[in-house]
């Protein structure tokens, strides 16, 4: 059973940093798009970025450009989403999802997703 495990949330003060991981099992996701959403308390769950199958390619919201990095190992079947400077507004759960094809944004393109790990920014 395929399986996507996040990790690495926490609290941090705003313009601290953070690195989530997203381990897959069950099965590799080496041929799969991989992203990153986020929803926060009484909002819909929003897309932050996503890589492509090889890494060659990202995309990410405008609110987070410059500031948040996605990269994966598929070596180790890992995806990670390195924040920097991190905001109040940034304070979600943070899943991170796969998908087959083409790096998308769009949420039901997503065909696996992890449980979320949260993350709260303090001011």
């Known amino acids: 059973q395929a399986q996507l495990v996040e990790s690495g949330g926490g609290l941090v003060q705003a313009g601290g940093s953070l690195r989530l991981s997203c381990a897959a099992s069950?099965?590799?996701?080496?041929?799969?798009?991989m992203g990153w959403f986020r929803q926060a308390p009484g909002k819909e769950r929003e897309f932050v970025g996503a890589?492509?199958?090889?890494?060659?390619?990202?995309y990410y919201v405008d609110s987070v450009k410059g500031r948040f990095t996605i990269s994966r190992d598929n070596a180790k079947n890992t995806v990670t989403l390195q924040m920097n400077s991190l905001k109040p507004e940034d304070t979600a759960v943070y899943y991170c999802?796969?998908?087959?094809?083409?790096?998308?944004?769009?949420?039901?393109?997503?065909?696996?997703w992890g449980q979320g790990t949260q993350v709260n920014v303090s001011s």
């Open positions: 890589i492509s199958w090889s890494g060659g390619s990202t």
């Open positions: 999802a796969a998908k087959y094809g083409a790096i998308s944004s769009a949420r039901r393109e997503y065909g696996w």
């Open positions: 069950g099965r590799t996701f080496n041929s799969h798009a």
